[in-house]
T-cell receptor, first 113, second 115 residues
Framework: KAGVTQTPRYLIKTRGQQVTLSCSPISGHRSVSWYQQTPGQGLQFLFE???????NKGNFPGRFSGRQFSNSRSEMNVSTLELGDSALYLC????????????FGSGTQLSVL | KQEVTQIPAALSVPEGENLVLNCSFT??????LQWFRQDPGKGLTSLLLIQSSQREQTSGRLNASLDKSSGRSTLYIAASQPGDSATYLC??????????????FGTGTLLAVQP
């Protein structure tokens, strides 16, 4: 059974640009969550999607957005990139998003220059 | 506001030693607690999940305990091996908020097991 797949693995962007990251959950999993990991702030929750609906949102500016498709694949978008957006972005999936184990992808390392 | 702290921040032990990693949280209203392992530049691997009604969970050489009322959890690793070297993170899922996978993560413990 394939794990959670995130693409691309690495991204380099400049300030002001926008970026789209992709996440394919484990087959059958309907909940997808996104997290940002930085050395200073650690792991912080961005948002969660279940059956194409955003179910929960963390404390991030509106420049961070996401969506989920009918096949449960998810994308997150960051517009008007800032230097502080440099981070490892992790996607996690689970069957129903009701407190069961989370399965994480390897992440997308975003560098903003 | 829930805060999760892990002590120590870093730990170096010789191979074969038993060790304990600590996790504390400020709000006891949690649904469950998970321990994860993260290798450098990689994603997280779930090790153990303890429901709020449980006291401990075991998997192989790993044992995690939960004392919800005192806001503490420990991860015990028996007979440590160099392959156990990684960052260990604990995360709590708040009791409120309905069905969700929103987790609040601790600061992590960087473990190095010396051969």
């Amino acid at each position: 059974k394939a794990g959670v797949t995130q693409t691309p693995r690495y991204l380099i962007k400049t300030r002001g640009q926008q970026v789209t990251l992709s996440c394919s959950p484990i087959s059958g999993h309907r909940s997808v969550s996104w997290y940002q990991q930085t050395p200073g702030q650690g792991l912080q929750f961005l948002f969660e999607y279940f059956s194409e609906t955003q179910r929960n949102k963390g404390n991030f500016p509106g420049r961070f957005s996401g969506r989920q498709f009918s096949n449960s694949r998810s994308e997150m978008n960051v517009s008007t990139l800032e230097l502080g957006d440099s981070a490892l972005y992790l996607c996690a999936s689970s069957l129903t998003g009701s407190g069961e184990k989370l399965f994480f992808g390897s992440g997308t390392q975003l560098s903003v220059l | 506001k829930q805060e999760v702290t892990q002590i120590p921040a870093a730990l170096s032990v010789p191979e074969g030693e038993n060790l304990v990693l600590n996790c504390s949280f400020t709000d006891s209203a949690i649904y469950n607690l998970q321990w994860f392992r993260q290798d450098p530049g990689k994603g997280l691997t779930s090790l153990l999940l303890i429901q709020s009604s449980q006291r401990e969970q075991t998997s192989g050489r790993l044992n995690a305990s939960l004392d919800k009322s005192s806001g503490r959890s420990t991860l015990y690793i028996a007979a440590s091996q160099p392959g156990d070297s990684a960052t260990y993170l604990c995360a709590v899922r708040p009791e409120y908020g309905g069905a969700t996978n929103k987790l609040i993560f601790g600061t992590g413990t960087l473990l190095a097991v010396q051969p």
